[in-house]
Structures are given as structure tokens and as C-alpha cells.
């Protein structure tokens, strides 16, 4: 089993920053893939970005240049750092590890002036 703490959200203007936090128990972060989804209303939720065991990482094109997956393996977490925010950035994030889907319980991010 694998316990997942999203930490981070909030309310920002448009070019602005925030780093999202996902605090994992039960297994060991570098052990896993670690992924940032995310859900706007009446939309599907779409995978952000993906961080490999070995260390590799996927974006999303819409979030390429922008946004940074990363983790801490003293802090066993996983990290999204999101600049240059924009409107359509607004959902709920939510963090992912895998094998075994676990999800954690989404935080809010709303980008607006």
C-alpha cells in the first residue's frame, strides 16, 4: 500500500508560481513511477507529468518548458515546480504512483487575475 499527500495548491495571477508537494508513504518514492494529473471541470483528467524510477521524465506538451517534476529521496516526495502559470493550468492536481494506481486526494490550483 502506498499513502499519497498532495500539498501546495492555491490561488496565483497569470505568470505567476507554485510547487506542488506529494508526500509518499508505504513504498519508497525512487522506487516507483510518480506522476502529476490533473482535472479541470467537465474535463478528463490528463496526465501533467511523469517522473521514472530510473529517472526519467515525460510532460505533457502544453506544460513542456513550464513545469518541473522532481523528488526528494530524504523527504520520500515528489514535487511538480509550475511557472509561468496560466488560466488554463486551473484543476485539481493529483499525484499517482504506480505500480498499483495509487492516487492521492488532489489539491487546487486556480490561476486567475
Known amino acids: 500500500q502506498v499513502q499519497l499527500v498532495e500539498s501546495g495548491g492555491g490561488s496565483v495571477q497569470p505568470g505567476g508560481s507554485l510547487r506542488l508537494s506529494c508526500a509518499a508513504s508505504?513504498?519508497?518514492?525512487?522506487?516507483?513511477?510518480m506522476g502529476w494529473y490533473r482535472q479541470a471541470p467537465g474535463e478528463q483528467r490528463e496526465l501533467v507529468a511523469r517522473?521514472?524510477?530510473?529517472?526519467?521524465?515525460y510532460y505533457a506538451d502544453s506544460v513542456k518548458g513550464r513545469f518541473t517534476i522532481s523528488r526528494d529521496n530524504a523527504k520520500n516526495t515528489v514535487y511538480l515546480h509550475m511557472n509561468s502559470l496560466e488560466p488554463e493550468d486551473t484543476a485539481v492536481y493529483y499525484c499517482?504512483?504506480?505500480?498499483?494506481?495509487?492516487w492521492g486526494q488532489g489539491t487546487q490550483v486556480t490561476v486567475s487575475s
Open positions: 499517482r504512483a504506480d505500480p498499483g494506481t495509487y
Open positions: 517522473l521514472t524510477s530510473a529517472g526519467n521524465t
Open positions: 508505504g513504498r519508497i518514492v525512487r522506487s516507483l513511477v
